[in-house]
């Protein structure tokens, strides 16, 4: 028997991992992810296209994330890998307002539909409004895709500038599988939280019938002190979710799939925390944490998010060898929220709110298509195809209210109407590929959309209410899109393509001297490939491309609302890469970089416009960044290990305020997170140790500006999990 120096290490690591799973006194469980390492990346299978695919055949950019490289990440939403998706940035003010962006669509305000299309499996749960993205929790997620540029042929007007799918496992119709999770965290000077959560798969008719279920119930812990009040962690949250899904197969030609989500957060304070700079507003300099990390709001801003989620897949194979897929969506969603107005011309330490009460959405989704089926024996034919049919009806209603501070004496201004719209929507698509040779397929794509949306807006607090609505107004637009692909080999491909995208115009609030603004369009052009290398050790995937604008929706300030118009265009290059190489069998090093060169081209001076001429998209860093490196080896015996350590960086961005009466410019500090794991495990139990924000980043991701607080990253995190199967 001999001692080496990594033997001791091992050792050392083990017994400090093992005491501070005591010192936590945790007993926790998730899916264990003790899969050996390859030194070979394996063949990766996406529904980009609508259809099962290898990722050589999807003729575009997209980043895919399996269930195994989520928890190796230690990822729980779509955040915590934004940096290392290319082009992709996520700002949030306060939870459920989510601004997502990818490739630099932005509009920098809360108006209009989303420039990111979102699906949790084959519904689409996008809002009309770009800060209301839904939390999707990645617990018992078997894949995420993120499909860069316009995806208006399948995904339609919502994905101007890209789609995010979540891909959740389904039942298992043969054998019984469940998991328990514990988790501990600690943030530094704040408070303590915890997770419990399980996933349990059932087959109820051998071959047939089968239920899994997975939930959560999870305490967020808090970091901000308020002066005012003298509590402490005020920002502690409470979030539950169960996802229930039912899958019935009863040939090898039709199935049935029945899911069923539902998610409740609860918070008691926002986010929102005091700068460096205090209450001056107007310095756009000294905008990082303080280090005590408070706010002085004299009154609480609470957070509550609910929602049901369902979804019924219908699947039946034809003899002919074509799928019929029906997909039909259900959202219930209702938020609350109190927030703070802090604004530059108010006096020092005064404080007006805003006020959402009750904003509630109920969207119905029904999108039936055809495709047929490359891999079915029937199909022998080098022509395929993808058409379909989609509506989209939404009922909405919400009471905004927004109060100045009592000195001022003026009454609360009170509406009471749609959130942000009603709308009625319908398309038809399609896209046909030719496989010309072996190794070169084209194809061309085609959408149709037509929209009405119908606003309604009721001023309150006089005799009667006022009705002061925008007009209705419709819209449609036909979007193609047309690609080439090559495989080069069966293990590398390269493609080019062509598409544009849609997103509808919409309405501002009351008062507003634009009463509606109009849609905007954008066209990509994009070469790129991807392939394995070196016997399969390294993968490459890159893109270089070109996005043209027009008719750009972007933010204007007036009289301290938030409103949208229009400007000319916005374009510019922009390029991407992820490079993974397996260092050794057990040795992984990954590395992604975006690049986005978007700028506002033609600005119409005579018009309102928060940017001008030469301004860089909103909210989006010109450059990401992300490096790991992930190491498996044995502790002892029958114990394996994990270790991962996690680097990501973002430039700073740009926030316009030109049409406010000093016209600043907020520009943000670039933002640098490290994050490390090590854990053990052996076939049915996993211990993980994390430590995140191990820089302690400060920097702004939500600037306030001159109208409200601003957002700043967790503080350090460690966190104790213990997984379980059984």
């Known amino acids: 028997m001999k001692t080496t120096k990594d033997t001791v290490i091992k050792s050392c690591l083990l017994g400090a991992l093992l005491a501070t799973t005591n010192t936590w ?35 575009f950019a997209i980043s895919v994330f399996s269930e195994e490289e989520i928890k190796s990440r230690g990822a729980t939403d779509i955040k915590d890998m934004q940096y290392a998706i290319p082009g992709l940035s996520i700002t949030n003010n306060q939870p459920g307002q989510d601004r997502v962006q990818i490739r630099g669509s932005s509009t920098g305000v809360g108006l209009g539909l989303p420039t990111v299309g979102r699906y949790m499996d084959e519904v689409s749960v996008s809002h009309d409004a770009t800060q209301r993205a839904l939390d999707i929790p990645l617990l018992d997620i078997q894949r995420v895709e993120v499909l860069r540029g316009p995806q208006g042929t399948l995904y339609g007007a919502g994905s101007i500038g890209g789609t995010i799918k979540f891909i959740s496992n389904s039942p298992d119709l043969k054998e019984v599988s469940r998991s328990l999770g514990v988790g501990f965290s600690s943030i530094d000077d704040g408070s303590e939280g915890y997770e419990v959560n399980g996933v349990f798969s059932l087959p109820i008719i051998e071959d047939k019938l089968a239920v899994r279920i997975a939930a959560s119930t999870e305490d967020i812990a808090g970091w901000i002190d308020n002066t005012t009040t003298g509590e402490t962690d005020i920002n502690e949250a409470k979030r539950d979710f169960v996802r229930t899904k039912v899958l019935f197969q009863p040939n090898e030609s039709f199935n049935a799939s029945l899911m069923w989500m539902k998610y409740d957060f609860k918070q008691d304070n926002n986010n929102h925390e005091i700068s460096e700079s205090g209450f001056n507003l107007l310095n756009v300099d ?5 280090s005590e990390r408070t706010v002085s709001t004299p009154f609480a801003t609470p957070v509550t998010d609910e929602w049901d989620l369902v979804n019924l897949v219908l699947n039946y194979e034809t003899e002919s060898g074509a799928n019929v897929i029906s997909s039909t969506g259900y959202l219930d969603r209702t938020m609350n929220f109190h927030s703070e107005v802090a604004n530059a011309f108010f006096p020092p330490g005064m404080f007006g709110s805003f006020d959402a009460e009750d ?26 195809y993808t058409v379909g049919a989609f509506y989209r009806t939404t009922d909405t209603s919400e009471v905004q209210s927004f109060c100045y501070p009592s000195v001022f004496g003026y009454p609360c201004s009170v509406t009471e109407g749609t959130a942000p719209i009603d709308s009625d929507s319908w398309a038809l698509f399609g896209e046909v590929s030719y496989e010309f040779s072996d190794g070169f397929t084209a194809s061309f794509g085609l959408r149709h959309f037509e929209e009405d949306q119908e606003p309604s807006t009721f001023q309150l607090g006089g005799p009667a209410p006022m009705d002061v609505s925008a007009d209705a107004q419709s819209f449609d637009a036909v979007t193609p899109r047309l690609n080439l692909l090559w495989r080069v080999s069966e293990d590398a491909s390269v493609y080019a ?3 544009k995208g849609f997103r509808s115009g919409g309405v501002n609030g009351f008062g507003s001297s634009i009463p509606k603004f109009g849609p905007e369009k954008a066209t990509l052009y994009e070469i790129g490939g991807r392939g394995k290398f070196l016997d399969g050790r390294v993968y490459l995937d890159g893109a270089i491309y070109y996005t043209d604008y027009d008719n750009v929706q972007v933010a204007i300030s007036e009289g301290g609302y938030g409103r949208t118009t229009n400007v000319s265009s916005a374009a510019g290059p922009g390029a991407d890469l992820a490079v ?8 992984t090093f990954n590395l992604t970089a975006g690049y986005v060169g978007r700028e506002y081209d033609e600005v119409d001076v005579s018009d309102p416009a928060n940017v001008a001429e ?3 998209s909103q909210y989006t860093p010109k ?11 044995d502790w002892s015996g029958n114990l394996k290990g994990m270790a991962r350590l996690d680097l990501s960086h973002a430039d700073g961005f740009s926030v316009y305020l030109r049409t406010f009466p000093l016209q600043p410019i907020i520009e943000t500090e670039p933002l640098t997170y490290l994050s490390f794991r090590i854990g053990a495990f052996t076939d049915s139990w996993q211990v993980v140790l994390s430590a ?3 820089l302690d980043e400060k920097d702004q991701v939500f600037p306030g500006g001159a109208f409200s607080l601003d957002t700043y990253a967790r503080p350090r995190t460690v966190s104790v999990k213990v997984d379980y199967n059984f």
Do not use: C
Request: proline share 3%; hydrophobic share 35%.
């Open 359 to 384: 904003r509630k959405a109920e969207i119905f989704t029904q999108e039936i298509r055809v495709n047929s089926n490359w891999d079915n024996p029937n199909w022998d034919n080098p022509l395929n």
């Open 692 to 694: 995140d924000n191990l």
């Open 623 to 633: 450059y990401t960044g992300s490096a790991s490196l992930a190491y498996d080896f």
């Open 497 to 499: 393509t062509f598409s």
């Open 25 to 59: 006194t945790v007993i926790h469980a998730q899916e264990s992810s003790a899969e050996e390492s390859s030194s070979i990346f394996e063949e990766i299978i996406v529904t980009a296209q609508k259809r099962e695919q290898s990722i050589m055949d999807i003729p």
């Open 580 to 587: 993974g190489v397996n260092l050794t069998e057990d040795l």
């Open 614 to 616: 030469g301004d860089s």
């Open 286 to 290: 000294d905008r990082g944490a303080t």
